[in-house]
């Protein structure tokens, strides 16, 4: 029996070039306001047993060195709490550690338990959770909601995890991160029953209907809409169509944030930088985002009037204010 050999590419290529639309990086900083960046760490580990970062920090120093990412939101969801947060956290308190160990990056993070993991979900969790969310660095609470498509835990259980961290989060002030697939009819139920309109909502890697977005921003005036990579997927027509929906009604300048989900939602078009590279790239990293915020002015200009054109410089800079406004970072 032979070796399985890896079909990964080379660890370099996961060192981006510029993108070509954005030659000074420092000009237009990434912001990405939804990153799971230990699993991101362990996926690299793993796919890379003889990769040269041994350490989370190695990779974030690596990986967005002169790539001018600025500021990250980690999301800790799962249930029970990695314990690590608390690590990272601290680490990120002076101004001299997130120079020294993060090479400059703003390092802060949200904490709440995913949907998928709602039946795991009980009282030393939540203790955990109230405790991270007195942390400096911790912006927020999730990500947190419904997902009927996978149906991990059961849906009446999802819910009552959903309503109880959503009490906690409108109790603390906390803005929330919300995760919801295929459960339009029930998030929008529960968001407008328990949380105040004007509280600070981020729909993370939207992928549900265009109605259902306007909806929601229609009603909460400071809700986001969260684009990753999943934008340029051909599976996926509904955040193109979300997008266009912005670009004509004068929902402007556009409530979006960008974002990864990182390690998952590698943007498709990355690959028109990357022509040498055999295979795909096994994960994502903040550093991709200028590639999410390209696609989104493609898809912008497709339906926005002539003297109104968006680049991706443009978008860059919208998600990085909206993501002052959502988080404060
Ligand atoms: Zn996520």
């Known amino acids: 029996m032979g070796k399985k050999k890896s079909s990964v590419p080379p660890e370099e290529h996961l060192l981006l070039p510029p993108h070509p639309a954005r030659p000074d990086a420092q000009a237009t900083p990434i912001v990405d306001t939804h990153t799971h960046l230990l699993s991101t760490f362990s996926f690299y580990r793993s796919k890379y047993k003889q990769g040269k970062c041994e350490t989370v920090y190695d990779f974030v120093r690596d990986m967005y060195k002169g790539r001018g990412v600025e500021a990250i939101v980690d999301v800790y969801c799962e249930a029970p709490v990695q314990a690590q947060w608390r690590e990272l956290a601290d680490s990120a308190l002076s ?4 120079k020294r160990r993060w090479g400059g990056l703003e390092y802060w993070f949200v904490m709440g338990v995913h949907p998928h993991e709602a039946k795991e979900y009980n009282d030393d969790v939540e203790r955990e959770i109230l405790e991270a969310m007195a942390h400096p660095r911790c912006v927020g609470w999730g990500e947190i909601g419904l997902d009927y498509h996978y149906d991990n835990s059961p849906r009446e259980r999802q819910q009552e995890v959903f309503i109880r961290q959503l009490q906690h989060a409108v109790r603390l002030g906390k803005p929330l991160t919300i995760h919801t697939r295929e459960a339009e009819e029930d998030s929008e139920r529960i968001l407008k029953q328990y949380v105040p309109k004007d509280h600070r909502i981020h729909i993370h890697c939207y992928t ?13 005036p400071n809700l986001y809409i969260g684009i990753t990579g999943v934008i340029t997927y051909a599976t996926n027509l509904n955040t193109s169509a979300v997008i266009r929906q ?5 929902q402007s300048p556009f409530r979006i944030l960008l974002e990864t989900d990182a390690p998952f939602m590698t943007p498709s ?26 696609f989104v002015a493609d898809v912008a200009n497709e339906a926005a009037a002539q003297d109104a054109r968006w ?10 204010e909206n993501a002052r406004k959502m988080y404060g970072v």
Not at 95 to 98: A, Q
Not at 208 to 220: C, H, K, N, V
Not at 311 to 320: A, F, H
């Open 95 to 98: 101004e001299e550690d997130r």
């Open 246 to 250: 912005m670009a004509v009604t004068s």
């Open 269 to 294: 078009n990355i690959y028109n930088s990357l022509k040498d590279v055999k295979g795909r790239l096994p994960l994502s990293h903040s550093a991709m985002i200028p590639w999410t915020a390209a």
């Open 311 to 320: 680049d991706v410089d443009q978008i860059m800079r919208t998600g990085r």
């Open 208 to 220: 549900d209907s265009p109605e259902w977005a306007s909806r929601m921003l229609d009603y909460f």
